[in-house]
């Protein structure tokens, strides 16, 4: 399977609006880079992927206490699976539920292994000028004026296609979902979400091209 190169100006898939919301902000997410939203408990937050096989990187605050911060380990734990299903919740490292998936058309995601960081393209590539999702996270922060402090063990790898081999092994596959593809939360709390286009262009992870994600907040029908 080969990704696409991408074609012409980005533009963000339409997607289902469930009975009862209507359409709110969007932000797109350039390839490989990142930005933040802040979503409020009640409405929903759709993931999407603008040109597909992406994957993205994404940590989120409670917006009430910082120190509360939605926790991959602390959801899997919860779970008691690796990879999060339509209808569950997804937890803070205080185990209280921030998110709801909803809708998933992708089913694939991460929770184990640290987004990718600077020291990730040092270690293994060589490389101290590669963009990386820690990277990303920072500026997707800054831009926004958002001072929550991001660390690599923070992220989800939504849209991650990781396969646990029979010996243990991590096996990254290029992902097939296509454009469009999306996952959709219920928002539990007031969080801040901040999300990175993963610039992994070494490994499968991405196909090998990195396009662009967005974010799209729908609220509540008044
Ligand atoms: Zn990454």
């Not at 960081?117 to 270690?123: A, G, L, N, S």
Request: charged content about 25%.
């Amino acid at each position: 399977m080969t990704k696409p190169a991408p074609q012409g100006p980005a533009t963000i898939p339409a997607t289902p609006i469930p009975d009862g919301y209507v359409a709110g902000r969007e932000i797109l997410i350039p390839a490989g880079h990142g930005r933040s939203v802040r979503v409020s408990a009640g409405e929903i937050l759709q993931i999407v992927d603008v040109r597909g096989q992406q994957v993205t990187d994404v940590m989120a605050w409670r917006l009430a206490d910082p120190d509360e911060y939605l926790s991959p380990g602390h959801t899997v734990s919860c779970l008691t699976h690796l990879v999060p299903r339509e209808g569950e919740e997804i937890f803070s490292n205080h185990r209280r539920p921030i998110l709801r998936i909803r809708r998933d058309t992708v089913g694939r995601h991460d929770l184990i292994v640290p987004c990718c960081d600077p020291e990730r393209y040092e270690r293994d590539y060589g490389l101290t000028d590669h963009r990386s999702c820690l990277g990303n996270i920072r500026e997707g922060l800054e831009l926004a004026g958002e001072t929550w402090e991001p660390r690599a063990e923070l992220a989800w790898n939504v849209f991650m296609n990781n396969q646990l081999q029979p010996d243990g092994a991590i096996l990254t596959v290029e992902p097939p979902h296509p454009a469009g593809s999306y996952i959709e939360f219920d928002v539990l709390d007031d969080l801040g979400v901040v999300a990175s286009s993963c610039p992994q262009d070494l490994t499968a992870c991405n196909g090998y091209v990195i396009t662009e994600m967005a974010f799209r907040v729908l609220r509540p029908a008044v």
